[in-house]
């Protein structure tokens, strides 16, 4: 669930640089930090599993889901940034490819 959820953030995240080449925004390194900031401190608090009273109070699985934010997360996020980046880059004039 929170890899796809992570998938669906980035591709939300390309869509958004499409956007912001389409009109011309210079937004993309705020899209950046602000999907860092989101995957670091607001997503993970979505996946937490309830905890019962009667129950055992036990903090791992609440550190298991803030790691995969950040270790899947964030990475995620920049790697669709430069994908993005090396896909954009303008051709030379009379560059060929063969």
Do not use: N
């Amino acid at each position: 669930m929170i890899l796809a959820f992570i998938l669906l953030v980035c591709l939300i995240q390309f869509f958004l640089y499409w956007v912001s080449d389409r009109f011309m925004l210079p937004l993309k390194l705020s899209i950046l930090v602000g999907l860092i900031l989101a995957h670091a401190f607001i997503f993970p608090p979505y996946f937490f599993p309830v905890i019962e009273d009667d129950g055992i109070r036990c903090g791992m699985p609440l550190l298991g889901v803030t790691l995969a934010f950040w270790i899947f997360g964030i990475p995620a996020t920049i790697l669709t940034h430069v994908t993005y980046l090396l896909i954009k880059i303008p051709k030379r004039p009379g560059a060929s490819v063969k």
